[in-house]
């Protein structure tokens, strides 16, 4: 009944095993975008449970078509995107601010970097 080994063993299940996340719409393409993230190799015990949830070492962005076809897949990995996206009229944006990263804005702590990807 210990909330703290529950919630620890949800942390290291949601890093253990692969997982979708949401999928995004690009109106203008006619495109739709799934993020993955491929579970990783950890201890139940691993300290960066928490943030390595929200902050994965690899995800993947699958492209579909307006029938759902996959026309796509992009792997982005070494600790530089996590799972914060969205569209508008310009394409596909993915946060590079993975606070595992070299890239993690230290100065601004409270905004957002984002990256275009071209699909």
Same mark, same amino acid.
Request: charged fraction near 20%.
């Given at each position: 009944n210990d909330p703290n080994k529950k919630m620890n063993e949800s942390l290291y299940e949601d890093c253990f095993y692969s997982r !979708?996340?949401?999928v995004y719409f690009d109106k203008k393409k006619k $495109?739709? !975008?799934r993020i993955f993230v491929p579970g990783q190799d950890i201890e139940k015990n691993d #300290?960066? $449970?928490r943030k390595l =949830? %929200?902050?994965? #070492? %690899? /995800?993947? =962005? /699958? =492209?579909f078509n307006k029938n759902?076809? #996959?026309i796509s897949e992009l792997l982005l990995d070494n600790y530089k995107f996590n799972i914060v996206a969205f569209t508008n009229d310009n394409g596909f944006y993915i946060s590079v601010d993975n606070e595992f990263s070299s890239n993690k804005n230290v100065n601004l702590p409270n905004l957002l970097k984002f990256r275009r990807l071209g699909f």
């Open positions: !979708y996340h949401n $495109l739709y !975008y #300290k960066r $449970l =949830v %929200s902050n994965p #070492k %690899s /995800i993947s =962005v /699958i =492209v759902f076809e #996959k």
